[in-house]
């Protein structure tokens, strides 16, 4: 089974800057990632798809890179609406999610 | 426009059955796989299965036996059984569709949820 590491576990950070969060797959996985928001009480939501195709509607300060084994979600420039958790997850591989990155307020 | 609605009970007591059940509107059943997905309090998101209208539904195969997903075409939902609950499936239970994107390469991902349901196992 493939096995996906988020890190960091939390990141704090201030409206306006530009954070990166990443996922490590413990195998190859090509470019098959998918990355979700989630906020508090409320249920995922898809971002991006293929590791960098953005969803229809979500923001373009988003953005997803990677392939292989290393992939990463950026944010260009924080919103207040953007604090939330994020997790991965390798869609060549079925029941697996990263354990989340909770996105803090500074 | 695909809109999931989850019901189902909010108490169940342990080794009691529970059944969820996901109505979907918009599209039907049949032309989507579909999931559930569900997440403990605090915790991330356990992905417990997925069916499609025809065929076996697959189970996460680190999860306890005694779940069953199912598919009823003439009402255009899916259901989530567990049965003999314990304190450890206490969690929000998510329905989900399956992107159509790349299923047909077995590759799922979820795009659209349904709000959620909190089930909480405790005598």
């Known amino acids: 089974d493939i096995q996906m590491t988020q890190s960091p576990s939390t990141l704090s950070a201030s409206v306006g800057d530009r954070v990166t969060i990443s996922c490590r797959a413990s195998?190859?996985?090509?470019?098959?990632l998918a990355w979700y928001q989630q906020k508090p009480g409320k249920a995922p939501k898809l971002l991006i798809h293929?590791?960098?195709s953005l969803e229809s509607g979500v923001p373009s300060r988003f953005s997803g890179s990677g392939s292989g084994t290393e992939f990463t979600l950026t944010i260009s420039s924080l919103q207040p609406d953007d604090f939330a958790t994020y997790y991965c997850?390798?869609?060549?591989?079925?029941?697996?999610f990263g354990q989340g990155t909770k996105l803090e307020i500074k | 426009q695909v809109r999931l609605q989850q019901s189902g009970p909010a108490l169940v007591k342990p080794s009691e059955t529970v059944s969820l059940t996901c109505s979907v509107s918009?599209?039907?059943?049949?032309?989507?796989?579909w999931s559930w997905v569900r997440q403990p309090p605090g915790k991330g998101l356990e992905w417990i299965g997925y069916?499609?209208?025809?065929?076996?539904?697959n189970y996460n195969p680190s999860l306890k036996s005694g779940v069953t997903i199912s598919v009823d075409t003439s009402k255009n939902q899916f259901s989530l059984t567990l049965s003999s609950v314990t304190a450890a499936d206490t969690a929000v239970y998510y329905c989900?569709?399956?992107?159509?994107?790349?299923?047909?390469?077995?590759?799922?991902?979820?795009?659209?949820w349904g709000e959620g349901t909190t089930v909480t196992v405790s005598s």
């Open positions: 293929r590791a960098s």
């Open positions: 069916i499609y209208y025809i065929g076996s539904p």
């Open positions: 918009g599209v039907s059943i049949t032309s989507y796989y």
């Open positions: 195998q190859g996985i090509s470019t098959w």
């Open positions: 989900a569709r399956i992107s159509p994107r790349d299923v047909f390469q077995s590759h799922y991902y979820m795009d659209v």
């Open positions: 997850q390798p869609y060549n591989s079925p029941y697996t």
